[in-house]
Antibody
């Protein structure tokens, strides 16, 4: 059974830093890209970042580029998100999601964690 | 790529046929997924490749379209289907989501 468990959320002051983790199990972790998606309170979903299975390719939303860094530790089946220079509008529930690929190179997020809340406030 | 969902909300009764549309600002072939989210829960994948039903998803859900115009249809709304639905494009980075459609009980 695929399981994704996020941790590391909490309250942080504007300008501060936080590191999120996502512990994965139930699949061969290094075979799949992984992603972070966030959802501000009462708002829709916003894609944040994605990393390839090897960790060699990374992609970011413009809103976090230069402030957030996605990485992974394949020896520990863990996805990470280092968040620096946090702003009030980074306040959200952060979900990690597993990338799936089907025939024809069609891709999707097939499993999601339950999320961890990050609150940026003074 | 911007995704515009309509309507943003709708009220429907159990047994109704419900249609949600998603329009992309440029062509995305069939690289579109539909997700369902219930309050306080993680999103759940319903459909990928515009029309392929994810394993375990009831057959009353269906998707269609390609290019810029897509549709999610629920053929007979069930009590457990009251939720918010999002489309997502996976054609190019940055990946984007539609604004969501909240399906409420009439």
């Amino acid at each position: 059974e695929v399981q994704l468990l996020e941790s590391g959320g909490g309250l942080v002051q504007p300008g501060g830093s936080l590191r999120l983790s996502c512990a994965a199990s139930g699949f061969i972790f290094n075979n799949y890209a992984m992603s972070w998606v966030r959802q501000a309170p009462g708002k829709g979903l916003e894609w944040v970042s994605l990393i390839s299975g090897s960790g060699g390719e990374t992609y970011y939303a413009d809103s976090v580029k230069g402030r957030f860094t996605i990485s992974r530790d394949n020896s520990k089946n863990t996805l990470l998100l280092q968040m620096n220079s946090l702003r009030a509008d980074d306040t959200a529930v952060y979900f990690c999601a597993k990338w799936g690929v089907a025939a024809g190179s069609f891709r999707f997020f097939d499993y999601w964690g339950q999320g961890t809340l990050v609150t940026v406030s003074s | 790529i911007q995704l515009t969902q309509s309507p943003s909300s709708l009220s429907a009764s159990v047994g109704d046929r419900v249609t949600i549309t998603c329009r992309a600002s440029q062509g995305i072939s069939s690289y579109l997924a539909w997700l369902q989210q219930k309050p306080g829960k993680a999103p759940k994948l319903l459909i990928y490749a515009a029309s392929t039903l994810q394993s375990g998803v009831p057959s009353r859900f269906s998707g269609s379209g390609s290019g810029t115009d897509f549709t999610l249809t629920i053929s007979s709304l069930q009590p457990e289907d009251f939720a918010t639905y999002y489309c997502q494009q996976l054609n190019s980075y940055p990946l984007t989501f539609g604004g969501g459609t909240k399906v409420e009980i009439k």
